[in-house]
């Protein structure tokens, strides 16, 4: 049986790929969401420490850092949803992946702790737009009979190269002794997700009473 499961979920793995390969923009899509999934990644595992080394963080003020930081991405995910239906998911993404990388990077140079409790929370409101229009994206270009495995392989896509940007923050923390050169790996990792998004944009039909 386990044989079984195990034949028939790469027998689906590659019926996905087939039919993303098939799908326009689609695995070029895939390939920018990665990128920056990555670097999402990497900034949810490294800040806290980045935030304790770099600006001597307490236990208690990165706690505090925490719920500032899902607060601001609870609204914007709502912020996420309005741009979503109006202008499309592909723009969404590009402005929120600009939001983020401009926050990002004022984390990085500044000196100034306030500064970065500032820009730190303000990343929150580019997160949640950048996942909900992924998915957003993924649902209209999708066909119905393939949506199912699709979305998986866009879970499967987004964990194989999970390890890279903590892999890569650690590696330039050793080597420099500096973490904010580990840092910057977010952004590059942005960057790319955002050079590699597909230029044409689709858009959500929407029925009014």
Same mark, same amino acid.
């Given at each position: 049986?386990?044989?079984? =499961? ?6 689906? !793995? ?5 039919e993303? $390969?098939?799908?326009? =923009?689609?695995? $070029?899509?895939?390939?920018? $969401?990665?990128?920056?999934? +990555?670097? !999402? ?15 001597? *963080? ?7 850092? /925490? ?5 601001? /991405?609870?609204?914007g995910?709502?912020?996420?949803g ?5 202008i ?10 600009i939001g #983020? ?21 303000g990343?929150?409101?580019f ?7 992924? $998915?957003?994206? #993924?649902?209209?270009? /999708?066909? +119905? ?7 998986? !392989? ?13 892999? #890569? ?17 977010? !952004? ?5 997700? *955002?050079?590699? #998004?597909?230029?044409? +944009? ?8």
């Amino acid at each position: 049986n386990n044989k079984n =499961n195990k034949n028939s979920a790469i027998l689906s !793995l590659k019926t996905s790929i087939i039919e993303a $390969r098939k799908t326009p =923009n689609l695995l $070029r899509f895939l390939l920018a $969401r990665m990128a920056y999934n +990555d670097g !999402l990644i990497t900034l949810f595992a490294f800040g806290g420490i980045y935030a304790a080394k770099v600006f001597s *963080f307490s236990q208690f003020e990165i706690i505090l850092f /925490a719920i500032g930081l899902n607060i601001s /991405a609870g609204m914007g995910a709502i912020i996420g949803g309005f741009l979503d239906d109006n202008i499309g998911p592909i723009k969404t993404i590009k402005v929120a992946l600009i939001g #983020l990388f401009l926050c990002g990077l004022v984390a990085i140079i500044t000196p100034y702790k306030m500064i970065f409790w500032i820009v730190g929370v303000g990343l929150g409101l580019f997160v949640g737009p950048v996942q909900s229009a992924s $998915r957003t994206y #993924l649902s209209l270009t /999708a066909s +119905d009979k393939h949506k199912g495995g699709l979305f998986g !392989l866009y879970m499967v896509s987004g964990k194989l190269t999970s390890f890279i940007g903590p892999f #890569l923050y650690g590696w330039l923390v050793m080597m420099s002794g500096n973490e904010r050169y580990g840092m910057a790996v977010v !952004l590059l990792l942005i960057a790319l997700g *955002f050079v590699l #998004l597909p230029s044409k +944009d689709v858009t959500r039909i929407i029925s009014h009473p």
